[in-house]
């Protein structure tokens, strides 16, 4: 895999994490960007900000991009990352649509 397939956002989206840089990550994401994890949906910066404190890099979270796929939506990938850390360790997809050179929507669930 190159990182020439992988969006400049998700690359932005694993190495702001994976060096704790919360505004990196935070800007990131567009002003309207949603993220869901396992059903529970957080909006905007603020939304975004609270789930990266209690979930991400407030769990000194670390990814390492697995695989990633491309979809029907050219706008949309879904990339597995190995997940570890102080929260949840494992390798699963999220699902990542971009805007540009920013995260719009993400999905932590697994894919159909």
């Given at each position: 895999?190159?990182?020439?397939h992988?969006?400049?956002a998700l690359?932005?989206?694993?190495?702001s994490?994976?060096?704790?840089?919360?505004?990196?990550?935070?800007?990131?994401?567009?002003?309207?960007?949603?993220?869901?994890?396992?059903?529970?949906?957080?909006h905007?910066?603020?939304?975004?900000?609270?789930?990266?404190?209690?979930?991400?890099i407030?769990?000194?979270?670390?990814f390492?991009l697995?695989?990633?796929?491309?979809?029907?939506?050219?706008?949309t990938?879904?990339?597995?990352?190995?997940?570890?850390?102080?929260?949840?360790?494992?390798?699963?997809?999220?699902t990542?649509?971009?805007?540009?050179?920013?995260?719009?929507?993400?999905?932590?669930a697994?894919?159909?």
């Open positions: 895999m190159t990182d020439d992988v969006p400049a690359r932005a989206f694993i190495d994490t994976n060096r704790g840089d919360t505004e990196a990550f935070l800007d990131g994401f567009t002003d309207d960007a949603s993220l869901d994890d396992w059903g529970r949906v957080f905007g910066r603020d939304g975004i900000a609270s789930w990266n404190e209690t979930d991400n407030g769990k000194r979270a670390h390492e697995v695989g990633i796929e491309a979809t029907d939506a050219a706008d990938v879904i990339a597995t990352l190995a997940v570890s850390g102080g929260g949840y360790n494992g390798t699963g997809p999220i990542f649509t971009v805007a540009g050179d920013k995260l719009r929507r993400v999905v932590i697994p894919t159909d």
